[in-house]
């Protein structure tokens, strides 16, 4: 580059493939040849209209757009940039190389933001995921759009500038401006309005969502309507221990990527509960959409609950695609451009009727459905989805007397209050954080003696199930010896475990 082509300004920008960050430099000269400016880098359609806005932006702002001609770089080129966020690089670059900001004050400086034709920086989805991804690669600085800067600011290790508009960006970077202060985004623990004690009766059902709550096993609750399902469904929820700081920065670095987070919300610690409708796309639940593919349900459920309701008028095709992901704690989404992978630790609860239209095995009505639309209901539940639902319950509807009755069970904060006790058995074997349900087979296997494994393999083999159900029923009876506060597992704890299990005619068929 010669002394009269002007000074090479080089700014940073991340590109996100799913939440993994990419470092894109964007370098901006001045060249020989025509006035005008020329992008290179494979730009997609967004990155290119993003000149227009520049362009006016930048004269709006009384600042001086290039009369020379200009190559701007971004680089790598076979990364995708996809989207909005890399205007404000590309304007900082652009007055780096035209000597508006001192190319110098560019060094270390990280940008993310969408430049509006009036000069104004706004934010956008997925500043938090950019700002952690900066971090990671070893920014100084990122500059960020002031509504995003709480967002950002999340990030420990990180300083993070939040601007208005194009002239305060560049009035700071000169120097002649401060900085605004950046207050972080609060964090904040909404408590759960679910009480458990409003659900009456059903003990059964209320021992598996506290042993769903403890191990992080899935849950499947069949019954006919009005028997409290959902209701149970989402009071397990309830019963989940706040997220620590790093979990709630990754589950809302998802949720800041798929748009559903407001860049000024505080932080919160509660898991995610998600509750897509019946109706949901495989697409929705999986992830998806043009361009590089967004989260779907399962990774905005990340750390949190997957309730799915009326399992059974899902079609087969879509519950399928599910068992991947489950299996993984990762969805991985794979486009002609890109492939992606989100994290989907979740607990699946799902609850169903027995039959279409809900009654089969209900003592207080008669099913009327035809055995060939039972047959058909059923199987939209394949084995392998149901070899995961590890706590299976009938539901029995609770009579009307006692649903009118004072409340007869436990309040939510004094089954909280075990969960969390038995969570931390499980922690401490295992690792901070790690619940029975993602411990692995070995370390399960080793918590039980040779007679309980084989009391569970002579079960497994009477009911026919499949050896993946082996593990995972030895996972929940883990989870009801560290309620009891056992340190090993004994032959009462998988009686209990393989009970849940049992093929019901009412579930299974
Ligand atoms: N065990 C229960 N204790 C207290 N209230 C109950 C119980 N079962 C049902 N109810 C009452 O009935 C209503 C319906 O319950 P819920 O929606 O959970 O049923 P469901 O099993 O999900 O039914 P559906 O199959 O129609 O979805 C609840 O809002 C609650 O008022
Ligand atoms: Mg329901
Ligand atoms: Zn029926």
Redesign the pocket.
């Known amino acids: 580059m010669s002394a009269a082509h002007g000074r090479l300004a080089e700014v940073h920008a991340v590109a996100l493939v799913g939440l993994a960050p990419h470092r894109v430099r964007i370098e901006c000269s001045r060249a020989s040849g025509l006035p005008g400016l020329r992008l290179v880098g494979l730009p997609d359609a967004a990155v290119r209209e993003a000149e227009d806005r520049i362009r006016t932006a930048i004269q709006r702002s009384g600042l001086r757009w290039p009369q020379e001609r200009v190559v701007v770089n971004l680089a790598p080129a076979d990364l995708p940039k996809v989207g909005t966020g890399f205007d404000l690089a590309l304007a900082l670059a652009v007055l780096g190389a035209t000597e508006q900001v001192p190319v110098g004050a560019l060094g270390g400086t990280w940008a993310c933001g969408e430049v509006g034709l009036d000069g104004s920086i706004r934010p956008v989805p997925g500043t938090l995921p950019v700002a952690l991804g900066a971090r990671d690669l070893r920014a100084e600085r990122l500059i960020v759009a002031s509504a995003a800067a709480g967002e950002a600011a999340l990030v420990q290790g990180l300083e993070v500038i939040g601007v208005q508009d194009l002239a305060e960006v560049v009035a700071v970077l000169r120097g002649v401006r401060r900085p605004a202060e950046v207050i972080p985004a609060p964090t904040a623990v909404e408590a759960s309005t679910l009480e458990l004690a409003d659900v009456r009766g059903q003990p059964v059902a209320r021992r598996a969502v506290e042993l769903a709550a403890t191990g992080s096993h899935h849950l499947l609750l069949a019954g006919p309507p009005g028997c409290g399902k959902t209701m149970l469904a989402r009071r397990l929820h309830a019963l989940l221990p706040p997220l620590e700081l790093p979990q709630a920065l990754e589950v809302a670095a998802i949720h800041s990527l798929a748009g559903e987070r407001p860049p000024d919300a505080p932080l919160s610690l509660v898991p995610p509960l998600r509750e897509p409708h019946h109706s949901v796309s495989a697409a929705g639940l999986i992830g998806g959409g043009s361009g590089v593919p967004r989260p779907g349900e399962l990774a905005l459920a990340h750390r949190g609950v997957l309730l799915l309701d009326e399992l059974l008028e899902t079609p087969r095709w879509v519950l399928d695609a599910l068992r991947q992901p489950l299996e993984r704690g990762e969805v991985a989404i794979t486009r002609a451009r890109a492939r992606v992978c989100y994290p989907s630790r979740v607990l699946m609860v799902a609850a169903t ?8 095995g209900d003592p207080r009505r008669a ?3 035809r055995p060939d639309r ?1 047959e058909r209901y059923r199987s939209r539940l394949s084995g392998p989805l149901l070899d995961r639902l590890d706590l299976q319950v009938e539901v029995q509807a609770v009579d009307l007397e006692r649903l009118a009755g004072s409340s007869d069970g436990e309040t939510t904060a004094t089954v909280a209050e075990r969960v969390v006790r038995a969570r931390s058995c499980a922690a401490h074997r295992w690792g901070r954080g790690v619940a029975n349900a993602h411990a692995t087979s070995a370390q399960v296997r080793a918590t039980a003696s040779t007679a309980c494994l084989r009391a569970l393999s002579r079960a497994i083999d009477s009911l026919g199930l499949s050896a993946r159900a082996f593990d995972r029923t030895l996972r929940v009876a883990r989870t009801i010896a560290d309620l009891q506060g056992a340190s090993g597992v004994e032959t009462g704890h998988i009686e209990e475990a393989i009970a849940y299990r049992l093929p019901t005619p009412s579930v299974v068929g």
């Open positions: 009727n027995p039959c279409p239209c809900g009654h089969l099913c009327t459905c039972i």
